[in-house]
Each structure stands twice: as structure tokens, then as C-alpha cells.
């Protein structure tokens, strides 16, 4: 399915730019995390390809990173989006539970929560998935 594969690049690619910037840094974890979304959402918006676009990466405390995208292929009002949203979460777990590289060895490490808000091709909120530590390790 292409749009796993896009889940898989969005995943990656926020990964490794954590990743890199917890390598560069001997600060607090929260600070760390605050630093990798800013890294990263100043090259915002990104497109991820299969209609998908990074508009925005931000943090909170408590190890939580924040990544907001646009599915341009998706309105809310079709009937693949139901089917999207509810094949979503699984697949986002799957994806980091097979996932070894450093980014999300890095992310499996620490007990990163991440959370992921989806909006269709009109703007409107499509879905929210949070990934917690103990539905990903």
C-alpha cells in the first residue's frame, strides 16, 4: 500500500532529524527534544511524497514530540478516509517496531511519545494517532 510507505518516510524522516540533533547535544532530555523539533520544523513545510506534507514538528515535556501533516490525497468526507484512519495507528506501530535505525533506536530508547495530527486536503482535522512508548517497544 503506498500510503504505508509514506508512513514509514514520515516516521524516518522525523527520526533521524532527532536523532542527529540528541547526538549533538549534552542537555536535558526536554530541551533536547525542544531543540530536534525546531531543527526540524523550520523545514517545514516538507513533502514526504504520496501526497503527504510535514506542515509542523513541535514538543512538549515530558519526552513528547508533536508532528502535524497534510494528506493531500484525503478529504475527510470520502469514504477512504474511515478506512485510512482506522488502518493508520497499526500500521504507524508496525512501522516503528521494525524499525532499527538509530533515529528510532534513539526515539525506543528514551520513551519518546509521539503524536501525529493529520489534516485532509481542506484543512480538517482527519485523525490523531499518539504512539506511547509501551505500544511501539
Known amino acids: ?22 547526538a549533538q547535544c549534552g542537555s536535558s532530555i526536554d530541551k ?16 514526504m511524497g504520496g501526497g503527504m506534507r510535514l506542515d509542523e ?3 512538549e515535556s515530558g519526552k513528547k514530540l508533536i508532528y502535524a501533516a497534510t494528506i493531500s490525497s484525503i ?8 478506512m485510512f484512519v482506522a488502518m493508520l495507528k497499526p500500521m504507524m506501530v508496525q512501522a516503528i517496531k521494525s524499525d532499527n535505525s538509530r533515529g528510532i533506536k534513539i526515539m525506543k530508547d528514551l520513551e519518546a511519545t509521539m503524536v501525529y495530527i493529520f489534516h485532509d486536503r481542506n484543512g480538517k482535522l482527519l485523525t490523531e494517532v499518539e504512539l506511547l512508548p509501551k505500544e511501539y517497544k
Open 75 to 82: 478529504s475527510v468526507d470520502d469514504a477512504e478516509a474511515q
Open 57 to 59: 514538528v513541535k514538543a
Open 32 to 47: 533536547q527534544f525542544k531543540e530536534a523539533a525546531e531543527i526540524l520544523d523550520a523545514a517545514c513545510p516538507m513533502d
Open 1 to 22: 500500500m503506498k500510503k504505508a510507505n509514506v508512513l514509514k518516510t514520515l516516521v524516518a524522516v522525523a527520526t533521524i532529524f532527532v536523532g542527529f540533533t540528541f
